[in-house]
C-alpha cells in the first residue's frame, strides 16, 4: 500500500465526521483546526533510524536536529510562524545517556534558533536488542504577523500559476544537507507576505512526488520545463543523471509554490529574498504532469521519491 | 539512567529560556503554552510494541486504540477538554494493509466517543526486518467549560491534603483493561467542576511512581494506608500480593487527585460521580512518602512500576 492510498482512505472515513473544529484535515503540510477561535497549526513528523537517518553514521544530535527540522519545514509550507513542539522519543536499549541528551541538544539549537520551544515530551525505551531510535516531533504553529498572512495551502493551485522552486535539487541524501538544512521559516512568510502566492508545499519527498501532492490537492495538472529546474552541484551518481536526482531525490526541504504567471518575474528577481527561488513550469488544467525537454518533447512526469509501498 | 533524572536534566538546559509562551513546562501530563491569550494543552505520548501491547497477541486495532487512549487519560488528569489529535505511525514492513487501518479505526472510535478528531498524522515504514510497530499521538487540549475549570496539575498538592483515587488498582497489563479501559476525561472534569481538588495525575506508571512524582512536583511527602488502598479483584500474581500489584503495576489509568481533607468525604460518597473514589492517604510535609499498616507500622513506599532504566 502507498502511504498516498493509505491517506485517501482515511479521507474516506470520514474523520472529522459531526466535528467543525477541523478547517484543513489530513493531506496538507500541517492541519488546522479552530482554537477558541484562532486557527491553530498541527503538524507531526517523525524520523526513523536507517529511513531517515543512520546513527551509527550521523549521530544522536544529528537526528534530533533533523526531527525538529524536518518539522519547521512544514511550518514554512505554511507560511505560518512556529508556536511550540512536543517530542516522543523510543530510545534502543542500548543508547548511552550521552547519546539521549545529544538527541535533545539537536532539537533544542533549531528551537532557540526559531523560537519554538519544546513544551514537553515522553520517553520510552524498546526492550533488549529489539527497536531502533524513533523521534516523533509534533509541532504547532499559528499564521504569520498576528494572522495577517493566510495559511498556504497545497490545495489552492490555478491553472495558468507558474511553479516556483527555491534552492537547488538533488542529491541532498548523499551529503550532509539532508541533515544540517535551514527550514524555510522567514523566507516562506516573506514571499506569503510580499508575494501573491496561491499554494505551497515542501519538496522532502522530491520535486515530482510533491508536485503530484500538489495537483492531486488542487485537482490541476502541471508541465515542468527540464531546463528550468535548478539542479544542485551535488546531484546524480551512480547512473542516475543530474536531473533524474533532482526530480525524485526529495530530502531537499526547499519550497516549491504557485502564483500567478504575471507576478513570477517579480519573484524570481526579488532581491529582498535571500534565496535563490527559479520559475520550472506552470499549473495546467490538463489532469496530467508532464516534463517538457528543450526540443519541446514531452512526457509524462515519473512519480517517485519517498514515497513507501508495502 | 531513570526517565525521571532525564526529565530532571531537560529541565536544567532551560528549554524555555527566553520564551514566554510557556506556562506549564516539561513534567506535568500535558504542557500549557499560551497560545493568542488562550491557554492551549499539549501532550505527546506513545505506545511501542513489545512495550505497552504485543502487536502478535492484541492485533493492531488494540494498539491503535490504546495509543488515543493514554493520550485522552493525560488530558483527565489536567481535568481539561480534548480538542484533537494527530498521529505518526511507523509500521514494519510485514504489517499488512488490512492491519494499518485498524490502527486507524481504534484511534477513531475514541476520537469519536470523545469529540477528539484525528486532525492529521504521517506514516513511515521500517526497512525490510527492523524495527518495531511505532505509534505516537499528540494530542490537545483546552480547559473545560470554556476555561472556567482551570487545568489541574501535579504541583498543587498541599500537606494536609487528603489523596484519593479512582476505581480499583493492580493486574491491568494481565488481562485486556490496559488495552479497554475509558479515559476519565467526563469524570475528571466533573471531579474540578465539584470538589476542590488541589492536584490530580494519571497512574499510568503505577500509584507508588506517579504518586512519588506528584510528591516530587509539589515538593511535598505523603503517608499511604495500605488497608485503604482500593486492590482490583485481579490484582497479584506469580508471588506477587495484591496490594504490592494495586501500588506497583500501572496500566490503570485512574486518577490520583488530593484535595483539603475536610472535604474529601464528600467527593468519596458523591452518589453523582458515576465511579469509586476512595481516600487513601494523607499528603504531609515530611519530604518523604512511606506507608502505614494496619497496626501503625510504617516503612518508605517502594517506588517502582513503569520507570524505565538504561
Keep these: 500500500m502507498k502511504e498516498s492510498d493509505f491517506l485517501q482512505w ?16 489530513p493531506g496538507d503540510d500541517m492541519a488546522a483546526v479552530n482554537f477558541n477561535g484562532s486557527q491553530l497549526l498541527v503538524g507531526i513528523d517523525q524520523v526513523l533510524d536507517m529511513v531517515h537517518f543512520d546513527l551509527k553514521k550521523h549521530g544522536a544530535r544529528a537526528a534530533g536536529r533533523k526531527s525538529l527540522a524536518r518539522n519547521l519545514s512544514d511550518v514554512a509550507a505554511m507560511a505560518a510562524e512556529p508556536a ?67 495559511p498556504v495551502l497545497r490545495s ?20 550532509s544537507r539532508h541533515l544540517e538544512f535551514t ?9 506569503a507576505r510580499k508575494h501573491q502566492i496561491h499554494s ?12 503530484y501532492n500538489l495537483c492531486n490537492a488542487s485537482k490541476t495538472g502541471a508541465e515542468i520545463f527540464a531546463d528550468a529546474v535548478p539542479v544542485h552541484p551535488e546531484a ?41 527561488v527559479t520559475k520550472i513550469g506552470v ?11 528543450r526540443n519541446g518533447k514531452q512526457k509524462p512526469l515519473e512519480k517517485s521519491g519517498w514515497e513507501y509501498e508495502t
Aim: glycine share 12%.
Design 283 to 293: 499549473m495546467t488544467d490538463a489532469g496530467k504532469v508532464v516534463i517538457t525537454d
Design 156 to 175: 489552492n493551485a490555478k491553472p495558468g500559476d507558474a511553479i516556483c522552486v527555491t534552492g537547488d535539487l538533488g542529491g541532498a541524501w548523499h551529503t
Design 236 to 276: 546524480g551518481r551512480c547512473g542516475v543523471s543530474p536531473l533524474s536526482a533532482a526530480l525524485a531525490d526529495g530530502e531537499d526541504y526547499e519550497l516549491l509554490f504557485t502564483l500567478p504567471d504575471r507576478l513570477s518575474d517579480a519573484v524570481c528577481s526579488d532581491d529582498g529574498m535571500d534565496l535563490k
Design 183 to 191: 527550514p524555510r521559516i522567514r523566507e516562506a512568510a516573506d514571499l
Design 200 to 211: 505551497m508545499i515542501d519538496i522532502s519527498d522530491g520535486l515530482a512526488t510533491d508536485l
Design 84 to 150: 511550540g513542539a512536543v517530542a516522543s522519543v523510543a530510545l534502543p536499549g542500548s543508547l548511552t545517556d550521552m547519546e539521549a541528551r545529544q538527541i535533545y541538544l539537536g532539537m533544542k539549537e533549531l528551537a532557540e534558533e526559531f523560537e519554538c520551544p519544546i513544551a514537553g515530551g515522553d520517553i520510552s525505551v524498546w526492550p533488549a536488542k529489539m527497536g531502533l531510535l524513533h523521534i516523533s516531533v509534533c509541532i504547532f504553529a499559528k499564521p504569520s504577523d498576528g494572522g495577517k498572512v493566510a
Design 10 to 25: 482515511v479521507f474516506q472515513q470520514d474523520v472529522s465526521g459531526g466535528y467543525d473544529k477541523i478547517l484543513v484535515g
